[in-house]
């Protein structure tokens, strides 16, 4: 274990030849502003790519302009609309003597 030493936290002091076999070089300000920003833009094109793949599956979003806010409610009118279709179905079909499973129905709070 290296010894302490009057250096800032994340600046460094070259000490990184003394650090052990399994031990890593603390990284400094620059370096963790640096991680910390990347894996915000990362963050970010996930939440985007996941957006534009919503304005591929939700009908009436396709070549629209991309309103998080209208995709978010475009998505959910579409989800509630699916629900209740099928829950129809499944009214149907036990209607006419068929049966479904517990586990293969939806337990949705509306």
Request: glycine share 10%; hydrophobic share 25%; net charge neutral.
């Amino acid at each position: 274990m290296s010894s302490p030493d009057s250096t800032a936290p994340g600046e460094s002091n070259g000490a990184a030849s003394t650090l052990g076999p399994d031990e890593k070089p603390r990284l400094t300000e620059l370096e963790k502003k640096q991680n910390h920003i990347a894996s915000e833009q990362k963050r970010r094109q996930a939440i985007r790519e996941g957006f534009d793949r919503m304005t591929e599956l939700v009908p009436g979003l396709e070549g629209q302009g991309r309103s998080e806010g209208l995709v978010l409610q475009k998505t959910v009118e579409f989800m509630k609309k699916a629900i209740e279709e099928r829950e129809r179905l499944i009214r149907e079909i036990e209607s006419r003597g068929g049966t479904i499973n517990e586990k293969d129905r939806l337990h949705v709070k509306q």
